[in-house]
């Protein structure tokens, strides 16, 4: 059973990083031919996919966030993570990690970040 958890503060301040690392378990993130997401979900509106990073470690960006979100992993801990550079308010959201192999058949639980000073 494959099993996604994000970390990460949830208190993040205007202008700067936003940091979150989503831990896999039951299944190794190089397997052929998975692309592990990040999705979030602001208050009051609809599921917005932020980027992925493939298997072979490929990347893939929405191109309205792209100049500020970075995905990378580190294998040695089956990790992947999320950096969101000069957060606003507007960035305030539930943060999902998810697998996708066509589609999107797991998922962390979530976690709240809130950007506020």
């Known amino acids: 059973q494959v099993q996604l958890q994000e970390s990460g503060p949830g208190l993040v301040k205007p202008s700067q990083t936003l940091s979150l690392t989503c831990t896999v378990s039951g299944g190794s993130i190089t397997t052929n031919y998975y692309y592990w997401n990040w999705i979030r979900q602001p208050p009051g509106k609809g599921l917005e996919w932020m980027g992925a990073i493939a298997y072979n470690g490929s990347t893939y960006y929405s191109s309205s966030l792209k100049s500020r979100t970075t995905i990378s992993r580190d294998t040695s801990k089956n990790q992947f993570t999320l950096q969101l550079s000069s957060v606003t308010p507007e960035d305030t959201a539930v943060y999902y990690c998810?697998?996708?192999?066509?589609?999107?058949?797991?998922w962390g639980q979530g976690t709240q970040v809130t950007v506020s000073s």
């Open positions: 998810a697998r996708d192999q066509a589609f999107l058949d797991y």
